[in-house]
């Protein structure tokens, strides 16, 4: 019975993440079209979709994708529409290259499969070691560092399970 739940739950979150991808690629696309580049590039398109981003996030309840969980799901949609393309956006002024900002964009993927690890890891450490509950910025804030600690030591360590090539050691004599 448990498997099955974990099944269900697994087909949840891959439905929920196709959407994403389609949603990601349809925008994509509209950013490469002239015509609607002005409109969606525009800075007050990125002020707007900001504040619909807030409200839609304050509405809906408190969603949990790993436990399928999404609240309403227009709101969770529309929240994480407005919040992509408001980042994206905002990003898209930055002319600066911030090199912390980059290498998480980089290694996106290894963050994404390392983050439930890390996460299930320091709740057990809060919870077990010093008795105390991690929760809200804390555990945000710790699952940070320590995602992009494991991932710096894949990267030095096996470089290929997430997809980079190893450095050839140049030994000198």
Known sequence: MAGAIVNVLFLKRVLIATAFLAFGYTFERLRENGRIKKIICHPCTCVLTAIMWFASAAINIKPDLAGGILGNPFLYYASSAFGSIS????????????SPLLWVGKNSLAFFFTHPFVRHGIIAIGEKIFCISVEGLLLAALMIVADAVFVWCIEKTVPEIIGQKRKKRVVKE
């Not at 980042?87 to 930055?94: C, E, M």
């Open 87 to 98: 980042i994206i956006l905002a990003f898209g002024y930055v002319k600066w290259k911030i």
